[in-house]
């Protein structure tokens, strides 16, 4: 069959499964099996595919329709111009998370001389710690993670960004840590119990303690704020995630705790509530 035949086939069918962007995601999973950009297969439209390769890209345009996420067939997903290896064991980076990166950045680009230990608490992937490290390439990166399957893979990340001055630690949040950090950066899990199973398909295959956050979504932002504050240095500040609708309860959470100071909200691309920066 050939290429452009291919396409046509997988997209119709992804379409009439009513899998959202079936034209992209079927050239994606394509040139990720041959292992060639996109623009490949525009210009060898013609090409006959190998057996082998034809029955790996319809056993992955099933395992799209069965609602398997793309990232997770491909091993791959782009983050803060990066790519990052995913698989089950971990939460997809989205790119709302790029703006938490992006606001930790703006803070160390005010002293450009000095060398900041960054705290990423539920890694994950390890996208986030690992942009940071890679990006303010002075810091100290420690990576936390309580599964010991998602260090694996924030581990493996590392390696294939060339990233160095980066650290992992097996910890349930502050548990296992005994040192102080400049920044401390996290994507908890923030989903409320009972609106996981309402979510789509794809993202009920994404492991669940990504993604609970307890009956109110808000169980680890109370254990972290709890607490944050003593592994800080002087000056130093702490970004959350937050889910679009929670600025005013993790803001409250903040408040309840004198401690905290100079609280304010960053809204992402789309204009959702998407960063807590505070201290």
């Known amino acids: 069959m050939e290429i452009k035949q291919a396409l046509i086939n997988a997209s119709n069918n992804l379409k009439q499964n009513n899998i959202e962007n079936p034209i992209q995601k079927s050239k994606i999973l394509l040139s990720s099996?041959?292992?060639?950009?996109?623009?490949?297969?525009?210009?060898?439209?013609?090409?006959?595919?190998?057996?082998n390769i034809l029955n790996e890209y319809q056993k992955g345009i099933l395992e799209l329709i069965s609602g398997k996420p793309l990232q997770y067939i491909t091993n791959n997903q782009e983050f803060m111009k990066m790519n990052f290896y995913v698989d089950e064991r971990v939460l997809i980076p989205r790119q709302d998370t790029e703006i938490l990166v992006e606001e930790a950045i703006k803070e160390c680009k005010l002293n450009a001389e000095k060398k900041y230990k960054i705290l990423d608490l539920c890694t994950g992937s390890g996208a986030i710690g690992i942009s940071l490290a890679k990006i303010i390439k002075k810091s100290e990166v420690l990576c936390v993670d309580i599964s010991n399957d998602a260090l694996e893979v924030a581990k493996k990340n590392a390696i294939q960004?060339?990233?160095k001055n980066i650290k992992f630690c097996k910890s349930d949040l502050f548990s296992n840590i005994n040192e102080k950090f400049d920044i401390i950066v996290s994507n908890p899990p923030y989903i409320k119990e009972e609106v996981i199973k309402n979510l789509d398909k794809e993202v009920q295959n994404e492991p669940e303690i990504a993604l609970n956050?307890?009956?109110?979504?808000?169980?680890?932002?109370?254990?972290?704020?709890?607490?944050?504050?003593?592994?800080?240095?002087?000056?130093?500040?702490?970004?959350?995630?937050?889910?679009?609708?929670?600025?005013?309860?993790?803001?409250?959470?903040?408040?309840?705790?004198?401690?905290?100071?100079?609280i304010e909200c960053i809204k992402d691309l789309y204009g959702n509530d998407r960063v807590i920066k505070t201290m």
């Open 161 to 163: 960004n060339e990233v």
């Open 33 to 51: 099996i041959m292992k060639v950009k996109k623009e490949y297969l525009i210009i060898h439209d013609k090409d006959e595919l190998e057996e």
């Open 213 to 262: 956050g307890g009956k109110d979504g808000l169980r680890y932002y109370k254990e972290i704020i709890k607490v944050a504050h003593k592994f800080l240095n002087k000056n130093g500040k702490i970004f959350l995630e937050i889910g679009y609708d929670q600025k005013n309860d993790v803001i409250e959470l903040l408040k309840n705790n004198s401690v905290y100071k100079n």
